[in-house]
């Protein structure tokens, strides 16, 4: 088996953000952290080909501009803060597969989530769907945005305990913004911190 292509940003641009050039390797948790409005979301975002942005994203030999942003987002898994749901029934944004929808009961969610209408789901359900949602369409990257800002302490830890050992299983190079140092603690391989407009404290090297 082939290992997991890791992901590389050279002199990726974005807003008044300095260009950022970095590697993460497969199975690397890369935390990113710092103030609110520091601009965490929006790289995300370019990462995922959803902002305006320069420089190159690349993943393995495989480059953003290679693949239409619908193709390359199938593989570099943005899971927002903010989810979009577009059907009315909850289980109908999961690939229709053998064996259903996987992790429910690991996530504290019930089977009968998935014929619940979308309006019917706290934030914290959305949440740990949307999770379940990214990882059920076979990623390469996962880019988490505060994977478990609306969620409680005991949930929060059964979401990373899943997460990391889907990572584990998955070895996936992932970034994962987070706000709270315990948690970073818990779940970082490694650590980076966006602030007056640049990448501070633990600069990763780039890619050449
Ligand atoms: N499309 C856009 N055009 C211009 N500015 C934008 C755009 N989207 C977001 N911004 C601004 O860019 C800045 C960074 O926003 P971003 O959402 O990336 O912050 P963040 O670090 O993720 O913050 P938080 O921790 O609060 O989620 C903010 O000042 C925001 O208002």
Known sequence: MTAPPSLCLERLAVGDLEPVSLR???????????????????????????EPHRGTVTLGELAQTDLPGHAWRRRVMLVPA??????????????????GVRGLSALGLMPEVLD??????????????????????????????????????????????WLMA??????????????????????ATRRGRLEGGRLVEEVPAPCK
């Open 24 to 50: 993460v390797a497969a199975g690397e948790v890369l935390c990113l952290a710092g103030p609110s409005g520091a601009g965490k979301s929006r790289l995300l975002r370019a990462i995922a080909d959803l």
């Open 82 to 99: 903010e989810s979009q749901w577009w059907a009315e029934r909850v289980g109908d944004h999961f690939p229709a597969g053998e064996g």
């Open 116 to 161: 619940w209408p979308v309006g019917r789901l706290s934030s914290g359900e959305k949440q740990r769907l949307a999770l379940l949602r990214a990882l059920a369409r076979g990623p390469s990257v996962l880019l988490l945005d505060e994977p478990t800002a609306n969620l409680d302490d005991a949930t929060t830890r059964r979401v990373e305990a």
């Open 166 to 187: 889907r990572i584990r299983d998955g070895g996936w190079p992932v970034i994962w913004v987070a706000h709270d140092p315990a948690q970073i603690a818990r779940v």
